[in-house]
């Protein structure tokens, strides 16, 4: 008896424990069609699950102030999947592979979103956006919506951001003490360049200064690197240019080897952090803040992030240090570097969305989340609670800057204003602050007016989706290998040429068939 | 716990009595060995969740795996992506790149890892013994992240202590981190501070069991300390020398992710690309599973050829292999 009782215990556990793995392993696929938000078949939705990456330090629970207000808002339950945008990309991959698809997520135009999209897993909402029904999806910048496309087709509401950002930001103490006005041309610029590091800009009497400081960049080409500006504002076009009906890379053109000639004069001459192969993007600002190299191309908020810096260091003339200017003038004439414009868009998966009339109820949640009240709950918060509101500003609750965090650093990540930005900004903090924030809007209005777009934003090429990272790397590499004098320019022409061989063609012949199709 | 020790017991019993191949048998073993098999359990199952399901999605490498189609929806294309990867232009400078690497790791990394576990043998002052040792293990326990910013910041061009050191000593003015001839040394440099004090260990506990009588003898026979070393430390620890250079073979083209992909940058990528970064270029930021999958298995494949090949030459040259 005692025999058989001891049998039985192992075995039973052994039983449950098979049972729970089997349970486990198969409870991902049993879940049927896979209703994110629990809404069934082809019935009206009564809750709407989002996917949305988050950068605060803890995501904000369901159901929070936030949560309830856009739930009261839209008249739908909402829920958040919150993915810390670190993994949010590998992510997405998961959940699209896995059954538990949500109503919407955040994505953005990557190869396995393409082919996805193509494959039909996402709903194509151009003639949706297009019809009106929803005002407050109208977007503001239509050429902004045609670069979020897949060859002429919106598969999301794209996430707004300022066209224009970069700029070039320079110590202004040194200037002053050159006697340098701000440079409006490139010429003017390498000018600058060459006297902050010959003619001694900080008047210490020692050579230990220089122009330009450029970190090793992580993205290839036109990924909005300083080379990047440099070659555009020479007048070599976004990435692609077209030339009489025919697009072509930029990197082909003269006006780009001429721009790779500038840039390695730059760094041979010794008016470039010498470390600019390999310095960390991360650790940008030191140099500029230690006093070493005065010359910074990116993005505009980089400015005051640096004014704040210097408030640190040195608070009496911390307003003395940065000079903002805008885009310049190049030899061909006069080119401004524009962003995207976006940042992801919010796609609705076919296989949790089912119907049309689903469809059209969630653009309509969509539509309410980009309302004037909605857009204030996503970027602000709570008035009266975590801010409040004086001459059109907003100012925030010290106690509450946790609740703040999670505002800016999670829901804000679900505005996407797109029929433009209508919440509060932020009060600056003293009169220095507002004059930096109203010379970064006139910046911005006027160097919009040259921009050059990609022409070929939109263009999804075949070969370009499986082997466009390759191909970029070999060129951006071959750039630095220019600049750093390793290649001659026949060096780079081999370069070109190994593009050309190595699919690069085909991407040619892909993209102007398609660009000649969407005219 | 009683009952452990019983099958214990009965276990030990069993193999006294030859037993016939049937299922009666069978049943038989398992009552038997019932604790045994029950501890087994977690192990069993690490393997199959962890280790051989997934292989059920090693076959994306001969589909064009679309996440949102699925492994099964994905279209079916054959060799097409290893075709791809074989012929591809890269292919020769990718597998020279890894197998200079893993040569100079074997050949270089690996030996010093012995050396090292000798000289700390020699040591005769213990706690000096300990308190080494002990440093050594330490570089082990850093990140590579940490490992590299440690370099860049030595290295860095213009104020890197060890940079400017190097360069008074040598009158030129070398880009350690960026010149494609320093990138292998520097990776090199790397591997042998992080890992070759922890490497030592297994060759401390082989050594440790080395019969001290056979040194005695040896210094009334009037051996040296090298002749010592040379006739009898290193032939104890022979095998255990050998099962670790079978091993370590097999890894050859596993040249470490981390710290190849951190030490890389545009100036250095010609001999810093490996099939490893390659793998994580064309799969993860370009989306191609499938390649990138043909690409691993390929690699895995390689792995286990040197491997049995490793453990073959050892046996024919007499010695004990691992299988």
């Given at each position: 008896m005692t025999t058989r009782k001891r049998l039985r215990a192992p075995l039973a556990i052994l039983t449950v424990t098979g049972l729970a793995l089997t349970a486990a392993c198969t409870s991902g696929g049993d879940d049927g069609d896979g209703d994110g938000g629990g809404d069934g078949g082809g019935d009206a939705l009564s809750s709407l699950s989002i996917m949305a990456p988050y950068f605060a330090a803890v995501p904000p629970e369901e159901d929070d102030p936030i949560d309830l207000a856009l739930s009261e808002l839209t008249g739908v339950d909402l829920s958040v999947q919150w993915v810390p945008n670190t993994d949010y990309g590998e992510r997405t991959n998961v959940v699209l592979a896995g059954d538990d698809i949500p109503d919407v997520m955040v994505m953005g135009k990557t190869p396995a979103f393409v082919q996805t999209a193509e494959a039909g897993g996402f709903w194509e909402l151009t003639d949706y956006l297009n019809s009106g029904d929803y005002p407050n999806l109208v977007s503001e910048n239509p050429e902004v919506q045609e670069a979020t496309s897949v060859n002429g087709h919106v598969y999301g509401v794209y996430r707004s951001r300022d066209v224009i950002r970069h700029c070039i930001i320079l110590r202004a103490d040194w200037l002053a003490n050159l006697g340098l006005e701000q440079p409006q041309t490139t010429d003017e610029l390498f000018e600058v360049a060459r006297a902050f590091t010959e003619d001694d800009p900080d008047g210490n009497g020692q050579d230990d200064t220089y122009g330009f400081i450029n970190p090793a960049w992580p993205g290839s080409i036109g990924s909005g690197s300083p080379y990047d500006a440099l070659e555009l504002w020479n007048g070599a076009g976004n990435v692609w240019l077209e030339d009489?009906?025919?697009?072509?890379?930029?990197?082909?053109?003269?006006?780009?080897?001429?721009?790779?000639?500038?840039?390695?004069?730059?760094?041979?001459?010794?008016?470039?952090?010498?470390?600019?192969?390999?310095?960390?993007?991360?650790?940008?600002?030191?140099?500029?803040?230690?006093?070493?190299?005065?010359?910074?191309?990116?993005?505009?908020?980089?400015?005051?992030?640096?004014?704040?810096?210097?408030?640190?260091?040195?608070?009496?003339?911390?307003?003395?240090?940065?000079?903002?200017?805008?885009?310049?003038?190049?030899?061909?004439?006069?080119?401004?570097?524009?962003?995207?414009?976006?940042?992801?868009?919010?796609?609705i998966p076919r296989s949790s969305v089912e119907t049309e009339e689903q469809l059209e109820q969630v653009l309509q949640v969509l539509n309410d989340m980009n309302s004037t009240e909605a857009?204030?709950?996503?970027?602000?918060?709570?008035?009266?609670?975590?801010?409040?509101?004086?001459?059109?500003?907003?100012?925030?609750?010290?106690?509450?800057?946790?609740?703040?965090?999670?505002?800016?650093?999670?829901?804000?990540?679900?505005?996407?204003?797109?029929?433009?930005?209508?919440?509060?900004?932020?009060?600056?903090?003293?009169?220095?602050?507002?004059?930096?924030?109203?010379?970064?809007?006139?910046?911005?209005?006027?160097?919009?007016?040259?921009?050059?777009?990609n022409p070929a934003a939109a263009l999804a090429s075949e070969t370009y989706q499986s082997s466009g990272t390759q191909l970029d790397t070999l060129i951006s590499d071959a750039r630095i290998q220019f600049i750093a004098g390793q290649i001659d320019e026949a060096g780079v022409q081999d370069v070109i040429d190994r593009w050309h061989s190595q699919g690069g063609d085909q991407v040619i012949a892909e993209l102007n068939e398609l660009y000649s199709e969407l005219g | 716990m009683a009952t452990l020790i019983e099958a214990e017991a009965a276990s030990g019993g069993a193999d006294i009595t030859p037993r016939p191949q049937n299922r009666r048998n069978v049943r038989e073993t398992i009552v038997r060995y019932r604790w045994l098999l029950f501890l087994m359990l977690p192990g069993i199952t690490y393997f199959a969740l962890f280790r051989f399901w997934p292989m059920y999605g090693a076959q994306i490498a001969w589909r064009d795996y679309i996440p949102f189609l699925g492994i099964q929806g994905s279209e079916w294309v054959g060799w097409k992506h290893f075709e791809d990867f074989f012929t591809n232009p890269d292919f020769p400078r990718l597998l020279g790149n890894t197998l200079i690497l893993a040569a100079l790791s074997l050949f270089i990394a690996f030996p010093l890892t012995i050396v090292m576990a000798l000289l700390l043998n020699e040591l005769r002052l213990n706690i000096l013994k300990r308190t080494v040792q002990t440093l050594v293990y330490v570089p082990h326990f850093l990140s590579w992240t940490v490992v590299v910013s440690l370099t860049g910041l030595l290295f860095a061009i213009g104020n890197g202590p060890l940079w400017t050191w190097l360069n008074d000593l040598m009158g030129t003015e070398i880009n350690f981190l960026a010149d494609p001839a320093w990138f292998r040394p520097l990776i090199v440099l790397q591997d042998v501070w992080k890992?070759?004090?922890?490497?030592?260990?297994?060759?401390?506990?082989?050594?440790?069991?080395?019969?001290?009588?056979?040194?005695?003898?040896?210094?009334?026979?009037?051996?040296?300390?090298?002749?010592?070393?040379?006739?009898?430390?290193?032939?104890?620890?022979?095998?255990?020398?050998?099962?670790?250079?079978?091993?370590?073979?097999?890894?050859?083209?596993?040249?470490?992710?981390?710290?190849?992909?951190?030490?890389?940058?545009?100036?250095?990528?010609?001999?810093?690309?490996?099939?490893?970064?390659?793998?994580?270029?064309?799969g993860i930021q370009q989306g191609s599973y499938s390649y990138a999958t043909a690409v691993g298995l390929a690699k895995a494949i390689v792995g286990v050829i040197l491997i049995f090949g490793t453990n073959w030459i050892a046996k024919r040259f007499n010695q004990t292999g691992i299988f």
């Open positions: 009489g009906g025919e697009l072509v890379p930029s990197f082909t053109t003269d006006e780009w080897m001429e721009a790779l000639e500038y840039e390695r004069d730059l760094v041979q001459n010794g008016y470039t952090n010498p470390d600019y192969a390999t310095m960390d993007p991360a650790t940008w600002n030191e140099p500029f803040l230690n006093g070493q190299g005065g010359i910074i191309i990116d993005v505009q908020s980089r400015a005051p992030q640096l004014v704040e810096l210097f408030r640190e260091q040195d608070p009496a003339n911390a307003e003395s240090y940065v000079a903002l200017v805008g885009q310049p003038e190049g030899p061909h004439g006069t080119f401004a570097m524009p962003t995207a414009g976006y940042s992801n868009f919010l796609a857009q204030i709950l996503l970027n602000n918060g709570i008035e009266g609670d975590n801010f409040t509101v004086e001459d059109d500003y907003a100012v925030y609750n010290e106690d509450r800057q946790d609740f703040t965090d999670q505002v800016s650093g999670a829901w804000a990540q679900l505005g996407t204003n797109v029929a433009g930005y209508n919440a509060y900004s932020t009060q600056p903090a003293t009169p220095y602050d507002e004059e930096l924030a109203q010379l970064r809007l006139d910046l911005q209005a006027e160097d919009l007016e040259n921009a050059v777009f | 890992n070759t004090g922890w490497g030592t260990i297994i060759f401390l506990a082989a050594l440790a069991s080395v019969d001290q009588e056979q040194y005695e003898a040896a210094i009334i026979d009037g051996a040296g300390r090298w002749q010592r070393v040379w006739h009898i430390t290193l032939p104890s620890i022979r095998s255990t020398i050998i099962v670790l250079l079978i091993l370590q073979t097999g890894q050859i083209l596993n040249t470490g992710f981390e710290q190849i992909y951190l030490m890389s940058n545009a100036l250095n990528r010609s001999v810093a690309d490996v099939f490893d970064t390659y793998v994580y270029f064309v």
